[in-house]
């Protein structure tokens, strides 16, 4: 099964290096969609099925904990994994989007290798409750074709 992604950054090379991270790291990938702000995410999400969101935090017209907020307010969108990808790091950031249910943070810089992680992480834990929920087992597998 390929996954869709959204890469929310306003750094245009930010998304760009991520997309590229995403697509070496060997976890299936259908569509990988891009937003400059979280604005522009709600939308994209409204617009098409988005399995996994990698968002930076700092952004104009909406940041990151604000779109974490509008995707946990939306019924049709608050299952959807939201993991941050972000230079802010302190506990107390990353104990606040946890709270509000971020499935993830990776501080930037990073190892390509942790996003491949997390990403496997996140995606087998939705994949496999999605499933349950309709009543399948399966999992989803990361290619033993990582460029890493």
Do not use: C
Request: glycine content about 6%.
């Amino acid at each position: 099964m390929a996954f869709n992604i959204l890469v929310v950054d306003d750094s245009e090379t930010m998304r760009a290096v991520i997309k590229k991270t995403v697509a070496m790291s060997g976890v299936q990938i259908g569509d990988i969609r891009e937003a400059a702000n979280g604005k522009e995410a709600l939308q994209v999400l409204q617009d098409v099925w988005i399995d996994v969101v990698l968002s930076d935090i700092n952004m104009p017209v909406m940041g990151g904990v604000e779109f974490l907020r509008e995707v946990k307010r939306d019924e049709v969108l608050r299952n959807i994994p939201v993991i941050f990808v972000s230079t802010e790091a302190s506990q107390a950031r990353i104990d606040e989007v946890t709270t509000l249910g971020a499935a993830g943070y990776v501080k930037k810089p990073f190892m390509p290798e942790k996003i491949r992680d997390i990403l496997l992480d996140v995606l087998t834990k939705a994949y496999t409750s999605r499933m349950t929920e309709e009543g399948h087992d399966v999992m989803p597998e990361a290619s033993n074709e990582s460029d890493f």
